[in-house]
């Protein structure tokens, strides 16, 4: 008779196995799930039983209320064109530098994924505006391809974030909290891909131009013109820092204002709205059914009791800490390079985040738990960009046909460079991430 430790352990490696297989996500730990917890209790009777609790249960959070809003607003706001707005703005700022396109497309990235929340969307949406205007003013197929991937990424560090409110309810940790608490990661991000780009084209010089030098009058006339986004941003992080919305009502409030802005822009008809609703239920519903899924898996290694066992066994072999987590992030770097950052978090912070909490790094455990998800979402993120199968890089060679693969690995190389080197910064100085934190909380 296999023991349940066992059954635990062999739970998770079958979840790769199936998701390798392209069974869908949610599917394959829904299935290990409850086929598991059958051979530990012998009997689908109180697993039914337990099912239908755990539906209702996992569900019913309200929390979870802000990822359909969220989805939304991300679908509005590409409908509205606020991308464009973005890249312009930003390009009549930066261009006339050197590396200054590049650096445009990355701070036009940074702005739509504060109204998106999502990388693969930002990338792709960033992509179709960018890449062409970057081609144009002579950026070498690497150096273009390289930024706009690693742009994607600020989508979703940068909030309001789907990710960043699953983690909350992940780690039983306060919303706003963990959007404050990735605010300076995703500036930081921000910034040193603008520098990756600026030293890029004085190392190799031909990898980018110019555009001609913009008056300052037309440089605050393109920023005036992309004022309906930073209302937006204003509104739903000024509103939930000031007291005025909870998370989830300024998500209803960004979404209503996404909405109008694409309305009023004229991007907007009966069939667009009946299209966003509907991309936004389908993400919605596979989202929900990866919750779901997660959720049974979890229950499933809750009665194996591997996931306590696994972090007795780490506090018992008296590793260092920052050993211990070096080994962490790099596995999420690895397995963030085949899952999407959504999956890979809710497969494996059930069994990660109690041996980390475990372990004494110094901090207090609502200041650990923030901290730890913060950085997990950042080395997942880096996973998107990393060569040879970081998703990012696809999507973005994809709408470049006739750049080969090998020049967009090339070019973002630097760009994983920077975000080593920040992640590095940010575990030895967990202060510079919980700043904010402490300072507003």
Not at 386 to 414: D, K
Request: charged fraction near 10%; glycine fraction near 10%; proline fraction near 5%.
């Amino acid at each position: 008779m296999v023991s349940s430790l066992v059954l635990g352990l062999l739970g998770f490696p079958l979840v790769l196995v199936l998701i390798f297989l392209r069974v869908p996500i949610g599917l394959a730990m829904l299935g290990v799930g409850v086929f598991g917890s059958f051979l530990i209790t012998g009997s689908f009777t109180p697993i039914m039983a337990q099912f239908k609790n755990l539906t209702y249960s996992t569900y019913a959070n309200e929390s979870l209320s802000v990822v359909p809003l969220f989805l939304l607003m991300g679908q509005f706001a590409t409908l509205g064109g606020l991308s464009a707005g973005l890249f312009r703005a930003a390009a009549a700022w930066l261009g006339h530098r050197k590396g200054g396109m590049a650096m445009a497309a990355i701070g036009a990235s940074a702005g739509f994924g504060a109204i998106c929340g999502s990388s693969l969307a930002t990338a792709a949406t960033m992509g179709k505006v960018a890449l062409p205007e970057l081609k144009r003013y002579g950026y070498s197929d690497a150096l273009a391809t390289g930024a706009v991937a690693a742009g994607g990424t600020l989508g979703i560090l940068i909030p309001p974030s789907i990710i960043l409110v699953i983690l909350a309810v992940l780690t039983e940790q306060n919303i706003a909290k963990l959007f404050m608490a990735a605010m300076v990661p995703g500036i930081m991000a921000a910034l040193g891909y603008m520098i990756v780009a600026g030293v890029y084209v004085r190392f190799w010089p031909e990898g980018g131009g110019v555009r001609p030098r913009m008056s300052y009058r037309r440089r605050f006339r393109e920023v005036l013109n992309i004022w309906p986004v930073i209302l937006v941003f204003v509104m739903v992080i000024g509103g939930i820092y000031a007291g005025v919305f909870t998370p989830t009502e300024a998500a209803a409030v960004g979404a209503a204002g996404t909405g109008l802005i694409a309305l009023f822009s004229g991007n907007l008809d009966l069939n667009k709205i009946v299209g966003a609703i509907l991309a936004t239920a389908t993400s919605t519903a596979m989202i929900f059914l990866i919750i779901l899924g997660a959720a049974a898996l979890n229950a499933f290694f809750a009665m194996s009791q591997m996931p306590q066992v696994a972090a007795s066994w780490v506090a018992e072999q008296g590793f260092n800490p920052w050993m211990v987590m070096a080994v962490v992030l790099v596995f999420y770097l690895i397995m963030g390079c085949v899952m999407d950052s959504l999956s890979m978090i809710l497969l494996t912070m059930p069994i990660i985040y109690p041996i980390m909490t475990g372990l004494d790094f110094g901090l207090m455990p609502d200041d650990f738990s923030i901290w730890f998800g913060i950085l997990v979402l950042i080395v997942v993120e880096v996973g998107l960009i990393t060569p040879p199968v970081g998703m990012n890089l696809f999507i973005i060679n994809a709408m470049s046909p006739q750049t080969r693969m090998t020049e967009t690995y090339r070019g973002v190389l630097p760009f994983v460079a920077s975000d080593i080197v920040r992640t590095a910064i940010l575990v030895a100085f967990p202060s510079i991430t919980l700043w904010l934190v402490w300072t507003l909380f």
